[in-house]
Structures are given as structure tokens and as C-alpha cells.
């Protein structure tokens, strides 16, 4: 079936410095899946936080950034300098215009340290 | 901007007994909602999407018997776990969408149902 492996957290970094947080998927019965980042902070809802819809492109929000890679299929989540308010957990997450919906990883636990 | 409330937030209810949920669009229309659960140290399992003026469709392991969704308007959508026992405890999530299964899902902030 259709599903996504992300890093495992919790993942700590340091203020200022580089982020990544990996994700692969394998999508068996969705052509051209789009692809999805999503955020939780804390006593928050879910949010999204970039998407992707066709392959090859870039996505970008609040500093993050993500490209929709089809040849590994990865969709890795990067930002070049995390700041403290970027702790929240972060879910990978693809789906289709088939009537399939939206597969979740298991989420990333990110904290920030000063 | 669109939002998605969640109600009631938290619930704690006996084994054996059932649960209702809403959820409730405001600023779009939803024509499609999705509900989610995600279990202790789980991943948000997809347990239905529901489309206004269509069937619902269920994903396996989760059936309308015992997770029966009302979806009767643009703005509404209602789940409700029955006969509820521990392995059903968790964050119950409405994701609703304006278009087509593939689009930004607007999320609320669960429903917490605890079974004692």
C-alpha cells in the first residue's frame, strides 16, 4: 500500500544551525501522489506547512524547504537555520486526486535549542 | 481564512459505551472531510473520507459499524465511535478539503477520547 517513512525523532538542534529531516514514500496506487509537509506546534492544530504537487519542484515556507524527488522518492525537509519557534513535530505526508487520501509518517519530533 | 473546529476536545467514557464527534468548517466549504486517528505512539491512521453527495469510503479495519460518519452539508461533518474500548483510544482528527482527495486538508485540533 501506500506509505511514508520519516526520521525518527525527537530530533534536537541547535539554534542557527542547518535542519534536515528525511522522508521517503512508496506510493503503489497513486500515479502522481502529491506530496506534503505538515506542522504541530505546541497546543496548536495540525497545519500545513508546504506541499508539492508535481515532480521536480521545490516547496517552500517560513524558511523550510522541500523537493519532490521521484527518482529516490524522497520529499526531505530542510531549512538552513532553525530558529528556537520551529520546535513542533513535523508529518510527511502524500496523497492523490484518485480518492485515495492523505498517508501520514509517523511525525518528527523537532526541538530547538537556545 | 478556513478553519476547522473540533468538539468536544477531550473525552473520557466508560468501556462499552459511545462517543460523538463534530466537526465544523468555517470560511470554505467542505466538500470533503477526512477522519484520522492516531493512537498512542502511532502515525494518524486514516479511518474514512467522507464526500458530500457521495458514498463514504472506509479504509480496512475501520467500518461504518462502528465509526458511523454523518457528512449532511458544506460545513458539517459528524463521527461517532461506538462501543468504544481501549484500543480505540486516541486523537480523532477532522481534516476537511474544499476540492478533490489530494488537496491541502484543513485540520482541527481533535478530539481526545479516553476509555476507562
Known amino acids: 500500500g501506500d506509505s511514508v517513512t520519516q526520521t525518527e525523532g525527537p530530533v534536537t538542534v541547535s539554534e542557527s544551525e542547518s535542519l534536515i529531516i528525511n522522508c521517503t514514500y512508496s506510493a503503489t496506487s497513486i500515479a502522481y501522489p502529491n506530496l506534503f509537509w505538515y506542522v504541530r506546534y505546541p497546543g496548536e492544530g495540525l497545519q500545513l506547512l508546504l506541499k508539492v504537487i508535481t515532480a521536480g519542484q521545490k516547496g517552500s515556507s517560513r524558511g523550510f524547504e522541500a523537493t519532490y524527488n521521484k527518482e529516490t522518492t524522497s520529499f526531505h525537509l530542510q531549512k538552513a537555520s532553525v530558529q528556537e519557534s520551529d520546535s513542533a513535530v513535523y508529518y510527511c505526508a502524500l496523497g492523490g486526486n484518485s480518492g485515495t487520501y492523505q498517508r501520514f509518517g509517523t511525525g518528527t519530533k523537532l526541538q530547538v535549542v537556545p | 481564512g478556513a478553519l476547522v473546529y473540533q468538539y468536544p476536545r477531550r473525552t473520557i467514557c466508560k468501556s462499552g459505551t459511545s462517543m460523538r464527534m463534530e466537526c465544523q468548517a468555517v470560511g470554505f466549504q467542505a466538500t470533503s472531510v477526512a477522519w484520522y486517528r492516531q493512537s498512542p505512539q502511532k502515525t494518524f491512521e486514516l479511518i474514512a473520507l467522507?464526500?458530500?453527495?457521495?458514498?463514504?469510503?472506509?479504509e480496512q479495519n475501520f467500518t461504518q459499524e462502528k465509526f458511523p460518519i454523518s457528512h449532511p452539508n458544506l460545513s458539517f461533518s459528524s463521527m461517532t465511535v461506538l462501543n468504544a474500548y481501549l484500543e480505540d483510544r486516541g486523537l480523532y482528527l477532522c481534516g476537511a478539503s474544499p476540492g478533490q482527495s489530494g488537496n491541502t486538508l484543513y485540520f482541527g485540533e481533535g478530539s481526545r477520547l479516553i476509555v476507562v
Open positions: 467522507s464526500t458530500v453527495n457521495s458514498a463514504i469510503k472506509y
